[in-house]
């Protein structure tokens, strides 16, 4: 089964050419304009990954993924920043708010898919090692 992404981005090239990205990798996804929508489809469609941009309108990628981090349907889907800010202070604020990764943009094809494959197989290792308690 296709693994799920989505999408944030306030840019719409950018958006575009992510999606075509992943596309190419056989991944499905769907997409985001800014930090509320971003919110509104990880609620409704629970997808395997966010990438999510930084500096978007309505809600920052920060105040959306502290926000997705503190519910509790959304709070596991792992989140990936990718923002052509990526000094180290954004990058720890990003892995601080619960963020897995933290890209840099712009970014090659093969370097986004390549790391929503590791944090996709990652997270489900990290899934099969954690007991079930009954």
Not at 7 to 21: C, P, Q, S, T
Not at 26 to 49: C, T
Not at 121 to 134: D, I, M, Y
Request: proline share 4%; with cysteine.
């Amino acid at each position: 089964m296709k693994s799920l992404i989505l999408v944030a981005e306030d840019e719409r090239e950018i958006r575009e050419l992510f999606v075509l990205f992943l596309e190419m990798d056989n991944f499905s996804v769907i997409v985001a304009r800014n930090g509320e929508e971003a919110i509104a489809q990880a609620k409704v469609h629970r997808p395997d990954l966010i990438l999510m941009d930084v500096r978007m309108p309505k809600l920052t990628g920060y105040q959306a993924c502290e926000l997705l981090k503190a519910t509790v349907e959304t709070r596991d889907i792992p989140i990936v920043f990718l923002s052509a800010y990526a000094n180290a202070s954004e990058v720890k604020r990003g892995l601080e708010l619960g963020a897995e990764k933290y890209l840099a943009k712009p970014i090659a094809p093969d370097v986004l898919n390549r790391n929503v494959t590791e944090v996709l197989e990652w997270v489900r290792a990290k899934k099969r090692a954690v007991p079930v308690l009954r």
